[in-house]
């Protein structure tokens, strides 16, 4: 069970699709709280599963559905090259 929580929030970073980040962050949620049963938990792992799963996600694909977001693309990628300001400003100590 603990593979598939790393798994499950593993694909919460890196899904491409806000309702696909969404599902995977339920699916984390859904498999801490068979961990909570499993450590003999039941009362923390049903108030987990109301606050987070009941409210927090739902909340979550709420404000995905009312902002319309598609889909994240990756923004161009900038290199950095580094200038003079940034040679004088690496230089100077920080103020205590």
């Known amino acids: 069970m603990p593979s598939v929580t790393t798994v499950a929030a ?54 995905i559905m009312l902002l319309n977001v598609k889909e994240l693309t990756a923004a161009p990628e900038h290199r950095f090259t580094p200038s003079e300001d940034d040679a004088v400003f690496s230089t100077v100590p920080a103020a205590t």
């Open 10 to 63: 593993i694909a919460v970073v890196y899904l491409a699709h806000p309702v696909h980040n969404l599902l995977s962050l339920i699916a984390v949620f859904f498999s801490v709280v068979i961990l909570y049963l499993y450590a003999g938990a039941e009362f923390l792992a049903f108030t987990f599963l109301i606050v987070y799963v009941g409210a927090i996600a739902i909340l979550f694909l709420f404000v």
